[in-house]
Each structure stands twice: as structure tokens, then as C-alpha cells.
């Protein structure tokens, strides 16, 4: 599975899945993008890619196509690819009840560990791992606040296939020569 078919997955699972944990339309943005400009303004979660391990051996299969008398040979990777997610909430004193980063965070995690979502990206050919602690540290914002920038990680499994063909040899032209 490539990178870009791995994020929309996730993404579009998690948005799915945002009613049920009580965030319904929490923006999920696709951290360090060329086009992003500025923070959101409203309570927003990110994601990026931290990177792909690659488990275990190579697998090769080699299989014989009758129909278009071609060699279908196929090399299969398991891979652990590692996403990171964070959320930015601005923080109110004046409003107790509303969530923090933290919190945003914390149900995502519970999201992305779901039964609804692991079965719906087990049925994508992608296994969830493990999910990490959430870490909360603090940074201090452009107006001087300081600002909690909660993260997690989350480990997915998934395969990389690639598979090519080799044309049947049409002749053969045999010669012997003396030495």
C-alpha cells in the first residue's frame, strides 16, 4: 500500500468514526503540507508519517498464466509504518467543559483503537498494531500562551506487493561452434 492510499484510509476512518466518540467534525489535516497556511483556528487534529519498517523476509511467488502465457512473478513486503498524531485546541480558562488538545487526542486514540475502525481497515488489508501513550508537552504559542501539543503514536501493518510479468520466449536460435 502506498503512502498517500494509507493516509486517506486513515482519515477518512477516523472521520467516520468521530460521532461515536462524541468529536463529530473535528478536522483531520494532514500535517507539513506545502499548501497549509497557518494554524486552524478551531480545534484541529494533524497526522504525519514518521516511517515504514520493513518486517520479516521478502515473499516471492512465481506463477505460470495459461490465458496470456506469461510468467506472473509477485514479491510481497510486510511493512509497520508508523503515523504520528497531534491536535492544537486553544485553551479557555472562561470555559472549563470545553475539550482540551489533550482530550481531542485522547478520543482520537480511543477511535483509531475501536472495533469499528480496526475492522474497517483489517477489511483495507491494514492491521493496527499498537497505539502509544499520549504525550503532553507545552509549547509557547504566537501570543505568548503556553499551549499544550499533545501526541501519539500509532504502528499499522500492511503489505507492499509488486508484481511484474515476463513474456513466453517466442524462438530460439542455437548455434555450435568448434573450438
Known sequence: MLDNQL????????IAQEAAAGIPGTP????????QQGVNTVPT????KVGDKRYGFRGV??????????MVHTETQQYETTLQFSALATQNPATPS???????????????????TVAAL???GVGVERVTDVRNPYFSDDRDRFE???????????????????PILQTTEIQIATV
Open 28 to 35: 483531520l489535516a494532514q500535517a507539513f503540507q506545502p499548501t
Open 122 to 124: 483489517e477489511a483495507q
Open 148 to 166: 499544550a501539543s499533545p501526541n501519539f503514536d500509532v504502528v499499522l501493518t500492511h503489505k507492499q506487493i509488486i508484481t511484474t510479468t515476463t
Open 45 to 48: 487534529v494533524y497526522l504525519y
Open 7 to 14: 493516509i486517506s484510509l486513515v482519515i477518512s476512518t477516523i
Open 98 to 116: 470545553q475539550y482540551t488538545a489533550s482530550d481531542i487526542l485522547n478520543l482520537v486514540a480511543y477511535i483509531v483503537q475501536s472495533s469499528a
Open 61 to 70: 511467488t512465481d506463477i505460470w498464466n495459461v490465458q496470456t502465457s506469461q
